[in-house]
């Protein structure tokens, strides 16, 4: 099992800045991907960005690049997300998931992790 724990978050105002960080305790050594998704009311949950925890390789959504930037830090088997240039349309519940992947191609896809957090609303106002 994986456990993981989300912190960070809160409210901004557009083009103001916040970092996200998950900490993942437990078996971690089987997992390869860490990733933050995000689930607005009424949407879909959607990826955001992934990183694969062997050399981390970072992936995002075309909606982020060049404002988010997803990292690792290996001694502290974390993970943050720093999101700068936020938007109105940022705001949502971001949650941090785990899953062992083969495939780089599917990253993003929420439905292929298997441990998952709490979840931590980032509200970005106009």
């Known amino acids: 099992q994986v456990q993981l724990v989300e912190s960070g978050g809160g409210s901004v105002q557009a083009g103001g800045s916040l970092r996200l960080s998950c900490a993942a305790y437990?078996?971690?050594?089987?997992?390869?991907?860490i990733g933050w998704f995000r689930q607005a009311p009424g949407e879909e949950r959607e990826g955001v960005a992934a990183?694969?925890?062997?050399?981390?390789?970072?992936y995002y959504a075309d909606s982020v690049k060049g404002r988010f930037t997803i990292s690792q830090d290996n001694a502290k088997n974390t993970v943050n997300l720093q999101m700068n240039s936020l938007k109105p349309e940022d705001t949502a519940m971001y949650y941090c998931?785990?899953?062992?992947?083969?495939?780089?191609?599917?990253?993003?896809?929420?439905?292929?992790?298997?441990?998952w957090g709490q979840g931590t609303q980032v509200t970005v106002s106009s």
């Open positions: 437990g078996y971690t050594d089987t997992i390869n991907y």
């Open positions: 990183i694969y925890t062997i050399g981390g390789v970072p």
């Open positions: 998931a785990a899953k062992y992947g083969v495939n780089r191609f599917r990253a993003l896809e929420y439905g292929d992790y298997k441990y």
